[in-house]
């Protein structure tokens, strides 16, 4: 119904910059909140930042001031810049989109199946 992909990951030296990409397709009718989380090995994976369909932004802690989040709503996409990466922000990356469907109006969201970000010297 609703395909996810992203990708942008790579290795970057700390301190480097990455900009990950999220698009959505399939039974789109409206594209409502998206976000980008992140499991590290041997931990859970936890919420990154967060935008509302009105572009409302939430981050945690550890992305405040380091990370932005945004959309572009004509190409079903969520970005995440990330600067100023530590060795910390190393994990499998995760977007998350819920929607509309289309025909049915009915809620539901998806998962990727994420991109690897590895900070390393």
């Known amino acids: 119904q609703v395909q996810v992909v992203e990708s942008g990951g790579g290795l970057v030296q700390p301190g480097g910059s990455l900009t990950l990409s999220c698009v959505a397709s399939?039974?789109?009718?409206?594209?409502?909140?998206m976000s980008w989380h992140r499991q590290a090995p041997g931990k859970s994976r936890e919420l990154v930042a967060h935008i509302t369909e009105s572009e409302d932004t939430t981050y945690s802690d550890s992305a405040k001031g380091r990370f932005t989040i945004s959309r572009d709503n004509t190409k079903n996409t969520v970005y995440l810049q990330m600067n100023n990466l530590k060795p910390e922000d190393t994990a499998l990356y995760y977007c998350?989109?819920?929607?509309?469907?289309?025909?049915?109006?009915?809620?539901?969201?998806?998962w990727g199946q994420g991109t690897q970000v590895t900070v390393s010297s």
């Open positions: 399939g039974n789109i009718r409206v594209l409502k909140d």
């Open positions: 998350n989109v819920e929607v509309l469907l289309t025909p049915t109006w009915s809620r539901a969201d998806y």
